[in-house]
């Protein structure tokens, strides 16, 4: 089954998260067929990065690019 690539533009729009936002714009800038160089210069980022993102999101789909916690600390500061 053939799934639809989904409107990366769009969901980056939508992102409140800086992270998340930038993969999205990652992926949005491969599927116009830019190169990964290209991508990594344009969002100023590594080209390991770019890389990174476009196999997780073949992987997993979306839901893979999610920071995941491995650390066991919060990213934000606690309200105490």
């Known amino acids: 089954m053939i799934m639809e690539t ?4 769009l969901l980056a729009k939508r992102q409140k998260s800086t992270r998340m ?5 990652a992926l949005a800038h491969f599927y116009e067929g830019h190169s990964r160089y290209q991508i990594a210069q344009c969002l100023k980022v590594s080209r390991t990065s770019v890389n990174k993102w476009i196999t997780q999101y ?3 789909g979306v839901d ?3 920071d995941k ?5 919060p ?3 606690s309200e105490q």
């Open 75 to 77: 990213f934000r500061l």
């Open 58 to 60: 073949h992987q997993g």
């Open 6 to 9: 989904p409107d990366f533009s």
């Open 64 to 66: 893979a690019l999610n």
């Open 69 to 73: 916690i491995t650390t066991g600390r």
């Open 21 to 25: 936002r930038i993969r999205l714009l």
